[in-house]
């Protein structure tokens, strides 16, 4: 029988299809309601965030640099300046392939391959939003023809900015210092201002007041189009521009004192003893500063490494020699404050002086000896016995202490970065330094009298010294910022100074060291030669630093030794001694002896600032130059060398008065 056939369950299927469209309907409203709350969250929860995203894809903010602070000397002449500049900077996740933006810019500006490779450089590890400099100093023609192509180049732009010149050069490299463009160093001590900057003080004055010589950065607010084209300006916010300095610096005394150096190489330093104001301060060789701004090329910066003379090298307060003879004043007055020694107490001089249980001796300049010798002969004489005999009474614990009074063996404090302390010798220092040379042993302290041995102390320090002598008693801390002022209109202000310390409270004690000095120049002491028409008083001190020893008891000329082995030739002194307004220490490399190449030095920059003018060298000098007895160059010291005799001078002359103190 033929199996009927099944009907369909209508009933089943309308209430299966009305489940399913509600199920349907239901996920339709869910959707809906997704798709509204999530524009409430846009239109409403988020309105302001994308507002501002919004906004920030038609205003750009441009950063404003500063202008950096301006530089003068004393008189108000220049010494670093600002000059208006383009840059071509290009910004990557805009401007595209480095290689072919290049290629396409090669028609436009004129890029060399150290350019090239510093650009492809920077641009490979800078952020994509971060602007990256092409050329810096771009020409006038240069500018002209990018601004005519600008549409070619997406992403790349002409910025304007004031480039820093020095119109100095060589001449105070080494005091002011110079710019070079920042690095990402730089730019993460910087923070989120340091897009702002294209340069940062590197060296001198340029980075030891690089706080406030680079002012505050600005910005301007550009509304631009979907292509990312400035459409207008709506509104700047100014840059706040850097502090002036005003240094205490005098350009034509630091003219006048290179012009004295001629070809030799050393450094020199005078400050006013009165106040600590450096007047005048050169390394030499020296470089010019114009070079690194926007980045020195490979062949100048070559060639100023493979200079033997180190022209970046800053003698005065980097280097450090022993101080030789010139560090017998200051060891007297500490025989003197120190109640070891009263100023009529008398050494002899015979000689040669002996440790006892030693064969071997320490020699004075004079074979012969320099007989008894009171405080007075023994700086003007630079007799090495009665050093010798004072250092061990004194002790190195005690030298130590006096001297370090008088500014030794720590930094001065000067405001330029990096300045070492130098080295005043003792024996703790030598068992951290020279522990293998063993224990302190008398013969160091004898030697340490005559500033020998492990001293090293830098011209600075030298200066400093010099100064507290002839400021009865006081050490000032060395400077060279005199005063500042935020803008051009308005007013300098003085720096606020370090109070000075006390280094001798004895009048009579620094008198009586003052005339040794005095007659070291007008006396029978070691710089006649400089007294030559001399109408002011000077009051100073030769030395002489050994580079190289002898061996055994014989007699060496430095004059016949390679020049970079000849013994450093030192002067100190202050002028008019009566009256002293400047002090000055001097350091020649490869100098000698101190009266022949140190002391006409400081002649002639005396002359300059008291007199402003510069004087011959007188032509006896090189005779007198030969009886310069500063000993410790030729004493027979463990190792030394010893031995130029001769007549120290004539009877002191009566000096004209030193009109021209007034004029400083």
Same mark, same amino acid.
Request: net charge positive; charged share 20%.
């Given at each position: 029988?033929?199996?009927?056939?099944?009907?369909?369950?209508?009933?089943?299927?309308?209430?299966?299809?009305?489940?399913?469209?509600?199920?349907?309907?239901?996920?339709?409203?869910?959707?809906?309601?997704?798709?509204?709350?999530? %524009?409430?969250?846009?239109?409403?929860?988020?309105?302001?965030?994308? $507002?501002?995203? @919004?906004?920030?894809?038609?205003? &750009?903010?441009?950063?404003?640099?500063?202008?950096?602070?301006?530089?003068?000397? &004393?008189?108000?002449?220049?010494?670093?300046?600002?000059?208006? $500049?383009?840059?071509?900077?290009?910004?990557?996740?805009?401007?595209?392939?480095?290689?072919?933006?290049?290629?396409?810019?090669?028609?436009?500006?004129?890029?060399?391959?150290?350019?090239?490779?510093?650009?492809?450089?920077?641009?490979?590890?800078?952020?994509?939003?971060?602007?990256?400099?092409?050329?810096?100093?771009?020409?006038?023609?240069?500018?002209?023809?990018?601004?005519?192509?600008?549409?070619?180049?997406?992403?790349?732009?002409?910025?304007?900015?004031?480039?820093?010149?020095?119109?100095?050069?060589?001449?105070?490299?080494?005091? +002011?210092?110079? +710019?070079?463009?920042?690095?990402?160093?730089?730019? *993460?001590?910087?923070?989120?201002?340091?897009?702002? %900057? @294209?340069?940062?003080?590197?060296?001198?004055?340029?980075?030891?007041?690089?706080?406030?010589?680079?002012?505050?950065?600005?910005?301007?607010?550009?509304?631009?189009?979907?292509?990312?084209?400035?459409?207008?300006?709506?509104?700047?916010?100014?840059?706040?521009?850097?502090?002036?300095?005003?240094?205490? /610096?005098?350009?034509?005394?630091?003219?006048?004192?290179?012009?004295?150096?001629?070809?030799?190489?050393?450094?020199?330093?005078?400050?006013?003893?009165?106040?600590?104001?450096?007047?005048?301060?050169?390394?030499?060789?020296?470089?010019?500063?114009?070079?690194?701004?926007?980045? /020195?090329?490979?062949?100048?910066?070559?060639?100023?490494?493979?200079?033997?003379?180190?022209?970046?090298?800053?003698?005065? +307060?980097?280097?450090?020699? *022993?101080?030789?003879?010139?560090?017998?004043?200051?060891?007297?007055?500490?025989?003197?404050?120190?109640?070891?020694?009263?100023?009529?107490?008398?050494?002899?001089?015979?000689?040669?002086?002996?440790?006892?249980?030693? &064969?071997?001796?320490?020699?004075?300049?004079?074979?012969?000896?320099?007989?008894?010798?009171?405080?007075?002969?023994?700086?003007?004489?630079?007799?090495?016995?009665?050093?010798?005999?004072?250092?061990?009474?004194?002790?190195? *614990?005690? /030298?130590?202490?006096?001297?370090?009074?008088?500014?030794?063996?720590?930094?001065?404090?000067?405001?330029?970065?990096?300045?070492?302390?130098?080295?005043?010798?003792?024996?703790?220092?030598?068992?951290?330094?020279?522990?293998?040379?063993?224990?302190?042993?008398?013969?160091?302290?004898?030697?340490?009298?005559?500033?020998?041995?492990?001293?090293?102390?830098?011209?600075?320090?030298?200066?400093?010294?010099?100064?507290?002598?002839?400021?009865?008693?006081?050490?000032?801390?060395?400077?060279? +910022?005199?005063?500042?002022?935020?803008?051009?209109?308005?007013?300098?202000?003085?720096?606020?100074?370090?109070?000075?310390?006390?280094?001798?409270?004895?009048?009579?004690?620094?008198? $009586?060291?003052?005339?040794?000095?005095?007659?070291?120049?007008?006396?029978?002491?070691?710089?006649?030669?400089?007294?030559?028409?001399?109408?002011?008083?000077?009051?100073?001190?030769?030395?002489?630093?050994?580079?190289?020893?002898?061996?055994?008891?014989? $007699?060496?000329?430095?004059?016949?030794?390679?020049?970079?082995?000849?013994?450093?030739?030192?002067?100190?002194?202050?002028?008019?001694?009566?009256?002293?307004?400047?002090?000055?220490?001097?350091?020649?490399?490869?100098?000698?002896?101190?009266?022949? @190449?140190?002391?006409?030095?400081?002649?002639?920059?005396?002359?300059?600032?008291?007199?402003?003018?510069?004087?011959?060298?007188?032509?006896?000098?090189?005779?007198?130059?030969? /009886?310069?007895?500063?000993?410790?160059?030729?004493?027979?010291?463990?190792?030394?060398?010893?031995?130029?005799?001769?007549?120290?001078?004539? *009877?002191?002359?009566?000096?004209?008065?030193?009109?021209?103190?007034?004029?400083?």
């Amino acid at each position: 029988m033929r199996r009927a056939r099944q009907l369909k369950d209508h009933a089943v299927e309308a209430d299966l299809f009305r489940r399913r469209a509600l199920v349907g309907f239901l996920l339709v409203l869910l959707a809906l309601g997704g798709l509204a709350a999530w %524009y409430f969250r846009l239109q409403v929860i988020q309105h302001a965030e994308f $507002a501002t995203r @919004s906004e920030a894809n038609r205003l &750009r903010l441009v950063p404003v640099a500063p202008a950096r602070g301006l530089i003068y000397d &004393r008189k108000g002449r220049l010494l670093a300046d600002n000059v208006a $500049a383009w840059r071509l900077d290009a910004v990557p996740e805009r401007a595209g392939n480095a290689e072919a933006l290049l290629a396409k810019l090669q028609s436009v500006v004129v890029l060399d391959d150290e350019q090239r490779s510093r650009f492809l450089r920077d641009y490979r590890n800078s952020r994509p939003f971060k602007p990256v400099t092409i050329k810096l100093r771009v020409s006038d023609d240069e500018a002209a023809r990018f601004a005519v192509d600008r549409w070619r180049f997406p992403g790349v732009e002409l910025v304007p900015y004031l480039g820093r010149v020095y119109p100095q050069g060589a001449l105070f490299a080494h005091v +002011v210092g110079y +710019v070079g463009r920042i690095d990402e160093k730089d730019q *993460a001590a910087l923070g989120d201002a340091g897009g702002a %900057y @294209s340069h940062t003080g590197k060296t001198g004055l340029e980075r030891y007041y690089e706080a406030q010589l680079r002012g505050k950065p600005g910005f301007r607010r550009l509304e631009t189009n979907v292509d990312g084209r400035t459409v207008r300006a709506l509104d700047t916010v100014p840059a706040t521009p850097g502090t002036d300095l005003r240094l205490s /610096i005098d350009i034509d005394l630091q003219r006048a004192m290179v012009d004295a150096f001629a070809e030799l190489e050393g450094t020199a330093v005078a400050v006013d003893p009165r106040s600590g104001e450096i007047l005048a301060m050169v390394s030499l060789p020296s470089y010019d500063p114009n070079l690194f701004v926007n980045g /020195i090329s490979h062949a100048d910066y070559q060639a100023l490494n493979d200079n033997p003379s180190r022209p970046q090298f800053n003698r005065a +307060v980097l280097g450090g020699v *022993a101080p030789g003879s010139t560090i017998k004043p200051m060891l007297a007055l500490a025989g003197l404050d120190s109640g070891v020694r009263r100023a009529e107490d008398k050494t002899l001089s015979t000689g040669m002086f002996y440790l006892g249980g030693q &064969r071997r001796g320490y020699g004075d300049s004079h074979r012969g000896g320099h007989g008894w010798t009171d405080v007075r002969k023994s700086i003007y004489e630079s007799v090495n016995t009665y050093y010798y005999r004072l250092a061990l009474d004194m002790g190195i *614990a005690r /030298i130590d202490e006096y001297l370090g009074r008088y500014g030794f063996g720590k930094p001065t404090g000067v405001d330029l970065s990096g300045e070492i302390g130098g080295i005043l010798p003792s024996p703790e220092w030598k068992a951290a330094n020279a522990s293998k040379q063993g224990k302190w042993y008398p013969g160091d302290t004898v030697i340490t009298g005559i500033g020998q041995g492990f001293w090293k102390a830098t011209t600075l320090q030298l200066a400093q010294a010099t100064a507290m002598l002839a400021n009865n008693g006081w050490v000032r801390r060395p400077h060279l +910022v005199k005063d500042m002022r935020a803008d051009f209109a308005a007013a300098w202000m003085p720096v606020e100074l370090v109070p000075p310390t006390r280094g001798s409270d004895s009048a009579a004690h620094l008198q $009586a060291v003052r005339e040794g000095m005095i007659a070291t120049v007008h006396g029978p002491g070691t710089a006649t030669n400089i007294r030559h028409g001399l109408t002011y008083l000077i009051a100073g001190k030769t030395g002489t630093a050994q580079v190289v020893s002898r061996r055994g008891s014989a $007699a060496m000329n430095p004059r016949s030794l390679p020049m970079h082995l000849r013994h450093r030739g030192l002067f100190i002194a202050y002028a008019p001694a009566d009256a002293p307004t400047i002090a000055i220490a001097v350091a020649i490399e490869g100098g000698g002896y101190g009266a022949s @190449s140190a002391a006409p030095v400081a002649r002639k920059v005396f002359d300059a600032w008291l007199l402003g003018k510069a004087v011959a060298p007188p032509p006896q000098q090189e005779q007198a130059a030969a /009886i310069d007895a500063n000993a410790d160059a030729q004493a027979a010291l463990p190792p030394d060398f010893s031995g130029v005799q001769g007549s120290p001078g004539a *009877a002191m002359p009566a000096a004209a008065p030193a009109t021209a103190a007034s004029r400083r």
